[in-house]
């Protein structure tokens, strides 16, 4: 009756699962990679800072303050460990590490709760210095309270897109433009987002917001290169508008992202299996609807297995802590799923909805990837362009992506594909002529991220 359960992140899902679990009476073991509690979206100012949660969050701030106050409510009652990287699963055990000490930590059940990434688009030049991904410019503004430049271009697509824009405006800095890859969302894509209408005038009001303060919104473009240099980097971002007339505006520093990739990693090295979703164009975990996994007493929740956003992410952390709780056939846990799971559930269709709506306003450009001239990098870590992806297929047969990585260490790198993998994948697919599902996707191997080299195990 007293079940050891692992949660794998303190994002707005892990603590939601942690708060179903102390609610049924159990001490769950938190992992956190973060300094603090809250995730990418509701990151923790650092001690000293003093800046209003109106600041930092804008029309999120309630649900951020709410959140950090239910993890503060419910730290006695957790093992919450921070700064700690959750590096391999194995059958009944995580492996962690904190500084360069390992411990291994067995699990009845094991929750990840892993969110999301930027989802990239390789451009010429990207790999340039002052080119930032949309999540690392956050990072720097709710982090470090600095901006990534003087004057700073916003390109891509996705919401995060304008709201990071518009947190950069609203804390004073340049922002020189924004350059979305998507049209004005059509009459579809409306319909769908109106499951969440509220959500909907946030984005509306962002806008304005931007509009407002002088920022000029390009929609429809083709990014063309990043321009500068290997010395001074980041110095302009060329790009072809709606009409096909090439434009240019100088900068130095470009914030990138083209919506958000599933951290999808831990699942893979647990041995869960996987599902392509046409509609967004990547490979996904597949759960049941209480986010169990294929693998038993592995379970995934918010966007480290659905991008649903904050919200949904409550949602889905609650529901599979209380099916891991039911599964283990613990009282309180099953009395809990059964007064709420049913609910919990139409929550999460709600939030599906809308994500399928945001997939269809702000569609994948996988046919930008598909044209990269033969001499841009693809993979920043190992410099690899997607010249040498298309010979790998043209001469060598390389048509499924890990044999591609194996001929030319595509995705081989610190990273391990989280920021090429998809723009690859295209590449490939493109230049063998066959849809981007059948190239497959770049297996993840332990670590999951690199280790220092006098790591010691830690006794038991």
């Known amino acids: 009756m007293n079940p050891r359960i692992v949660i794998v992140g303190a994002g707005p899902a892990g603590v939601r699962a942690a708060e179903a679990l102390v609610d049924a009476g159990v001490q769950p073991i938190v992992i956190d990679e973060g300094r603090r509690d809250g995730g990418q979206i509701y990151r923790r100012q650092p001690d000293g800072f003093t800046r209003a949660y109106a600041s930092l969050y804008g029309s999120e701030a309630a ?3 709410r959140l950090h106050r239910d993890f503060d409510r419910l730290r006695p ?12 699963v194995t059958a009944d055990a995580a492996h962690t590490i904190r500084g360069n000490v390992t411990h291994t930590v067995a699990y009845d059940a094991l929750i990840v709760c892993s969110g999301a990434t930027d989802r990239l688009l390789p451009i010429r030049g990207w790999n340039l210095s002052g080119c930032y991904s949309l999540g690392a410019a956050q990072i720097a503004l709710k982090a470090q309270a600095c901006a990534v430049g003087s004057r700073v271009v916003f390109a891509g697509t996705g919401p995060l897109l304008y709201l990071v824009a518009a947190q950069y405006a609203k804390a004073g800095a340049d922002v020189a433009a924004i350059l979305d890859t998507s049209p004005p969302a059509g009459f579809a894509a409306m319909r769908a987002l109106l499951a969440r209408p509220r959500m909907l005038l946030n984005g509306v009001s962002l806008n304005a917001t931007l509009r407002r303060a002088g920022v000029r919104i390009w929609n429809r473009i083709v990014p063309v ?3 500068g240099d290997r010395f001074d980097g980041v110095r302009g971002i060329t790009f072809r508008d709606e009409t096909g007339a090439t434009n240019r505006i100088d ?4 914030a990138l992202g083209f919506h958000l990739r599933a951290e999808s990693q831990l699942a893979d090295i647990a041995g869960c299996e996987f599902a392509f979703e046409p509609e967004s164009r990547q490979w996904l975990p597949r759960i049941d609807a209480d986010g169990r996994s294929s693998k038993p007493r592995v379970y995934l929740a918010g966007d480290g297995a659905r991008i649903l956003g904050a919200d949904g992410a409550e949602a889905a952390g609650r529901l599979a802590a209380l099916a891991a709780l039911c599964d283990l056939d613990h009282a309180a846990g099953k009395r809990l799923f059964a007064a709420e799971s049913a609910a919990l559930r139409a929550t999460l269709a709600t939030m599906d909805a809308f994500r399928s709506g945001l997939a269809r306003a702000f ?14 990098i693809v993979c920043r870590c190992e410099a690899i362009t997607a010249g040498e992806l298309r010979r790998c297929v043209n001469e060598l047969g390389s048509i499924e992506v890990n044999r591609a990585k194996a001929f030319s260490r595509v995705g081989m790198g610190r990273c391990q594909g989280r920021y090429c993998g998809h723009g690859a994948a295209e590449v490939i697919a493109h230049a063998a002529n066959i849809p981007v599902e059948q190239v497959g996707r770049i297996r993840t191997q332990a670590p999951v991220k690199p280790l220092v080299m006098d790591a010691l195990e830690a006794e038991a």
């Open 225 to 227: 290169a990043i321009d």
């Open 251 to 254: 900068c130095d520093a470009v």
């Open 363 to 376: 569609p994948w450009p996988h046919a930008h990837a598909a044209a990269l001239p033969d001499a841009a």
């Open 63 to 65: 649900k951020a303050a």
């Open 77 to 88: 009652a957790l093992d919450y460990r921070s700064e700690t990287l959750v590096w391999n």
